[in-house]
């Protein structure tokens, strides 16, 4: 079991920047979890954001971030981080962290999940 939680989200004007932290506690180094995040916004379902593997070495995103989001995981601190760069109001969201044992895009894939940090953008 793993403890997961989000910071880091407010309200940006659009083309600004946020970095989200997900601190996580677990009985053991989440560097044996994948670590991934997900958004969920109003209306619409939960939707695979990046994920990133325990070693830090491989990373996939959702083809609507690339370019503009970067995940990053400090296994020493116990941490994930994404940054996020030229915010667009479609990013309005919930973010969510997870941690499992696979690396995938669904949501099946992670068994772990924290309680999501608000992100809003204002045009």
């Known amino acids: 079991q793993v403890l997961l939680v989000e910071s880091g989200g407010g309200l940006v004007q659009a083309g600004g920047s946020l970095r989200l932290s997900c601190a996580a506690s677990?009985?053991?180094?989440?560097?044996?979890?994948?670590m991934g995040w997900f958004r969920q916004a109003p209306g619409k379902e939960r939707a695979f954001v990046a994920a990133?593997?325990?070693?830090?070495?491989?990373?996939m995103y959702a083809d609507s971030v690339k370019g503009r989001f970067t995940i990053s995981r400090d296994n020493v601190k116990n941490t994930v981080y994404l940054q996020i760069n030229n915010l667009k109001p479609e990013d309005t969201a919930v973010y969510y962290c997870a941690a499992g044992p696979n690396f995938a895009r669904s949501i099946q894939g992670y068994a772990n999940w924290g309680q999501g940090t608000q992100v809003t953008v204002s045009s």
């Open positions: 677990a009985g053991r180094t989440i560097g044996t979890y994948v």
């Open positions: 990133i593997t325990g070693n830090g070495r491989t990373t």
